[in-house]
C-alpha cells in the first residue's frame, strides 16, 4: 500500500512510498465493535463485572439449596431407582422381569414397620456398603448405591475433599422423597 510518506509522524514532501510502521513505533489500534469485552477494563469496571458474577453465583446456589429435599430425593430416585422400583415406587419398573427378585413396593414402607419410616436402616440398605458381602451387587438385590454416590462425589472438585458430605446428602435426599410417598 502506497501512502503519503508518512512514517513515525515525519513527512516526506511530496514522495509516494510504501506505508511501513517505524520500529518501537506503537501499532494503531483498529477498533472492534464485537471485541468490546476484550478492550482493557478499567479497575472500577472489572470490579463492578467481578461483584456481578459473585451475586449471580451466590443468586444460582442459594436456589439450588432452596429445593426442598423431598424434591431433590424425587430427582435422585427417578435417575438411580426408578428402573427397578417404577416411577411411582410400587416395584413395577421396567427392568423388573429381568430381576431374579422382585423390587420391593417403597409406598408401603412405613406400613410395613407399624407406621414409621425406618430411615436408619432405609439409608443402609440403599447405601449398601456396611452390608459385607462381595461385589457392586453381592447377594443383594440391588446396587450397592453408597460407593457409587462416593465416586460420583470424587469426580466432583468438591466431593474430592469430603465425599462421605455428598454421600449422605443424596441418602438423605432419598429418605425424604420415600417418606414423601408413603401411603397413609
Not at 11 to 26: I, T
Not at 64 to 76: I, Q
Not at 139 to 144: A, L, Q
Request: hydrophobic share 35%; net charge positive; with cysteine.
Amino acid at each position: 500500500m502506497l501512502g503519503a510518506g508518512r512514517c513515525c509522524g515525519h513527512r516526506s514532501a511530496g514522495v509516494r512510498h510504501p506505508v511501513k510502521p517505524c520500529v518501537g513505533a506503537p501499532m494503531p489500534r483498529q477498533p472492534v465493535a464485537s471485541m468490546g469485552a476484550l478492550q482493557p477494563e478499567t479497575p472500577m469496571k472489572t470490579l463492578s463485572i467481578q461483584n456481578g458474577v459473585i451475586a449471580s453465583l451466590l443468586a444460582v446456589t442459594a436456589q439450588a439449596w432452596a429445593v426442598p429435599l423431598a424434591e431433590r430425593g424425587h430427582t435422585e430416585y427417578q435417575h438411580q431407582c426408578a428402573s427397578c422400583h417404577g416411577t411411582t415406587a410400587k416395584g413395577d419398573g421396567p427392568l423388573r422381569p429381568f430381576l431374579v427378585k422382585p423390587p420391593s413396593d417403597l409406598t408401603t414402607l412405613a406400613q410395613r414397620h407399624g407406621g414409621q419410616l425406618p430411615e436408619q436402616q432405609l439409608r443402609e440398605m440403599i447405601d449398601g456398603r456396611g452390608m459385607n458381602e462381595p461385589g457392586p451387587h453381592g447377594n443383594r438385590e440391588m446396587p450397592v448405591w453408597g460407593q457409587r454416590f462416593r465416586d460420583d462425589a470424587q469426580q466432583t472438585r468438591m466431593g474430592r475433599w469430603k465425599p462421605e458430605r455428598q454421600v449422605r446428602q443424596r441418602l438423605d435426599a432419598l429418605v425424604a422423597y420415600l417418606q414423601s410417598v408413603q401411603v397413609k
